[in-house]
């Protein structure tokens, strides 16, 4: 199980919470790294914090989406951080993300498909009329084209994607009932392992209530 990673999604302003949040995370069983998204990185506090964690798999959950010269420059901006992980959406466009992937040097480059919180009704509603897993097939290949380092689906897609990119898959909305909050194709941590994600993001099921217990809850449910 050491193999395993799983980023705790830190979706929060509060500085004392993330310090919180990568305290009672910390585990020998698994591979924790952490993940800053829109929320925490566009707080006052929130980039001078994580440019300052050592020793930590940062994961910059950026979701760079743009026209190809900003997410160029966006990934050469953000250097400072010294994120392993970046995000950027898949459908930027292959300019776009070849682009960005020029200069992300050693950070990973990842590539967010469609987003977890859609099912089909929801991109029916943004106007896209191809199937959902059709439209994450297409882009895992336009991600495997642009030479990205990892990419971002559901863990419900991850043997359609396995087909066509070989590198690290990552998979959110993992939940480990019913409560799936706003995430519309959700999986347990067992399953997406089992699928065949390489790591997992896990935010609310973890960071909401009491953070240990639920990584006792987590980590029980994986050994099982
Ligand atoms: O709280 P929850 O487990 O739903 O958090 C999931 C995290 O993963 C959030 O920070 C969200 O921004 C991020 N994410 C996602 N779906 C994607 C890409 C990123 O839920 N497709």
Redesign the pocket.
């Known amino acids: 199980m050491k193999k395993s990673k799983i980023f705790i999604?830190c979706?929060t302003t509060n500085i004392s919470k993330i310090k919180k949040i990568i305290k009672d995370t910390k585990s020998t069983k698994i591979k924790i790294g952490y993940?800053f998204?829109?929320?925490f990185l566009n707080s006052i506090n929130g980039q001078n914090f994580v440019s300052k964690l050592r020793k930590k798999i940062i994961f910059a959950?950026l979701?760079i989406h743009d026209i190809p010269n900003t997410c160029a420059s966006t990934v050469k901006a953000i250097k400072y951080l010294n994120a392993n992980y970046l995000?950027i959406h898949i459908s930027s466009g292959l300019q776009a993300l070849k682009a960005a992937k020029k200069n992300s040097g050693k950070t990973k480059l990842v590539g967010?498909?469609?987003?977890?919180?859609l099912d089909n009704k929801g991109l029916k509603e943004i106007g896209f009329s191809r199937k959902l897993k059709e439209l994450v097939l297409h882009q895992a290949k336009l991600a495997n084209k642009a030479k990205l380092d990892a990419i971002?689906?559901?863990a419900q897609e991850v043997s359609i994607v396995r087909k066509v990119f070989k590198k690290e898959i990552i998979t959110?909305?993992?939940?480990l009932n019913k409560n799936s909050?706003?995430?519309k194709r959700i999986l347990t941590p067992k399953k997406a392992f089992e699928n065949g994600s390489n790591a997992l993001?896990?935010?609310?099921?973890?960071?909401q209530g009491n953070i240990k217990n639920n990584m006792k809850k987590l980590i029980d449910h994986l050994i099982k």
């Open positions: 999604a979706d993940k998204g829109l929320e959950d979701k995000t967010v498909t469609i987003l977890t919180s971002v689906c559901s959110p909305g993992i939940r909050h706003d995430q993001v896990i935010g609310r099921p973890v960071t």
